[in-house]
Every structure is written in structure tokens, then in C-alpha cells.
């Protein structure tokens, strides 16, 4: 089984990014869903690191990793969710 990871940053003064993690972080917990909480403001390697991953340097938190493999921002989360393909 791949480990899900969830690229968050612990600093921010946006509410949207704090509401869009903890909605996801949330959702994740109530479907009994393991998860890594990776906190980007910690190292800067992290942030471009989730930059390369979602082809876009300029991404912001959440972001959603499943092993490997890109899962998507807040977004394309909430997409998966109400389609019940998450």
C-alpha cells in the first residue's frame, strides 16, 4: 500500500490555505484514511519539492501525494470526494 502524504504548511496567514487543510486533514480522519502531514514551512527543499510535484512552483498548500504519484490540490480533492472516487 502506498503512504499518502499531505504537504501542508504550519505558517500561513491565509485562512483559505488553514480552511483547505484542515477540510482535507478532516475528511481524511473521518474516512479512517492514514495519512503523512509534511509541513513545507519547515524546509525550503519541501516547498519546491511540492512545486515539482504539482508542476507549479507557485502551488500552495494542500497538496495531496499518494506514494509517487500526484493526487491533486484542495480541489481536485474535493472533486474525488463528491464523485467518491478518493
Known amino acids: 500500500m502506498s503512504s499518502l502524504s499531505v504537504?501542508?504548511?504550519?505558517?500561513?496567514?491565509?485562512?483559505?490555505?488553514?480552511?483547505?487543510?484542515?477540510k482535507v486533514t478532516c475528511i481524511?480522519?473521518?474516512?479512517?484514511?492514514?495519512?503523512?502531514?509534511?509541513?513545507?514551512?519547515?524546509?525550503?527543499?519541501?516547498?519546491?519539492e511540492t512545486g515539482a510535484l504539482a508542476g507549479n512552483l507557485k502551488?500552495?498548500?494542500?497538496?495531496?501525494?499518494?506514494?509517487?504519484?500526484y493526487c491533486g490540490n484542495y480541489e481536485l480533492f474535493v472533486e474525488a470526494v463528491e464523485q467518491n472516487t478518493l
Open 59 to 69: 502551488a500552495t498548500p494542500p497538496q495531496i501525494v499518494n506514494g509517487e504519484q
Open 28 to 48: 481524511l480522519d473521518g474516512m479512517c484514511i492514514q495519512y503523512q502531514l509534511v509541513d513545507i514551512s519547515q524546509d525550503n527543499a519541501l516547498q519546491d
Open 7 to 22: 504537504y501542508s504548511t504550519l505558517v500561513t496567514s491565509s485562512c483559505e490555505i488553514k480552511s483547505h487543510q484542515s
